[in-house]
């Protein structure tokens, strides 16, 4: 079951191991990050991927912005004598 986690971000089990995804294709929310990183620009990233939409791009951006205003603890764990 596919679940809509911001208007064009999904999540879906059984798609890409559950990572989240792009209006439900098998298009990670990742792979796009990974290619505007590595300066792939936006309008090659559209020709690469012509099912993708400007929107989706723009969407991809705003989640990573959204999971970096969350709130993270790193916790120490012992190792076993």
Partial sequence: MTT???DRI????GICNGRPI????????????EF????TSR???LQQYPMLESEDIDACQQFAIELM???????????AA
């Fill in 69 to 79: 205003d969350k709130r993270y603890v790193i916790q120490e764990f012992k190792a």
């Fill in 43 to 45: 309008e090659e990233l």
């Fill in 10 to 13: 999904a999540i879906n089990p």
């Fill in 4 to 6: 809509y986690i911001a």
């Fill in 36 to 39: 505007l990183f590595a300066g």
């Fill in 22 to 33: 792009v209006r439900g294709m098998r298009i990670t929310v990742q792979t796009v990050l």
